[in-house]
């Protein structure tokens, strides 16, 4: 059972225990563990489903103290916006593997990354993202469809973030295309945003073209970039959240 959980069901992001799968075989048994905010805790008719999927790989070590001091400007930002009622956020981090660091959740309940942001091992980006589309207990397909069925409005963004190409998912038997397809349906909805944010040049353009995401952000990954790029995403989400935006037209 899929369902929005009742109240007293949900784990607040400090209880959440992180959900790390290391085999895409092990997938649908250690992300049914999951949970996401349930109806009692959804206080408006209306809802942004905010899915972050931030790379934790070996690359970007040398940035770790950046990535967590960003995770948690954007965090603030959302948190001070007229939006910060209205989002639940999902968390996921991927290198070889991916962990979950919690379901969607109110912004007061999202997991910090600080101490937990390990980079490490290669890029399995394609892997992580068709997990977090797709899993029936953890994806955000299930989740919104959920919701839409008990009458609540939803507009879902999903960013990636990632500072170099995936090398690793061919050996999970996972390729782009069938990101690109699921991708491709969701957006006749009119109500999903899909962007990839590189931290990183040269590799972007093509990534999110086989993937179907319509929108990119390109940004150095020196210290102060990463910042800036997280504040942007930050802003376009408010601003997704607040008005009718197309799916071509995130980081207008």
Known sequence: NNSPQKKGEKMTGSQNSVVVVNNLNEAPAALAAVTHAGLDDIQNDEVTLVLRIIDETGSMQPYA???ELADREMITALKNSKAADEIL?????????FKVLHGFVPLDDVTPLAGIYR????????????????????G????????????????VVVVAFSDGEDNY????????????????DLLKQENY??????????????AAADMGF????????????IRRAMGTVSKSIVRASQTTVGSNNFFA
């Open 140 to 155: 955000v397909v299930s989740y919104a469809e959920n919701l839409r069925g008990s009458g609540i409005r939803v507009k």
């Open 89 to 97: 956020m999902s968390t996921w981090l991927f290198n070889t593997s």
């Open 169 to 184: 998912s061919h050996r999970q038997k996972v390729d782009p295309s069938m990101i690109k397809t699921v991708v491709a």
């Open 193 to 206: 945003l899909f962007s990839l944010v590189a931290f990183g040049t040269g590799f972007a353009k093509t």
């Open 214 to 225: 319509p929108n990119i952000l390109e940004s150095n990954s020196q210290p102060g970039d």
């Open 119 to 138: 980079p490490d091992n290669q890029t399995a980006l394609y892997s992580a993202v068709y997990a977090a589309l797709t899993d029936v207990n953890a």
């Open 65 to 67: 103290n950046e990535v």
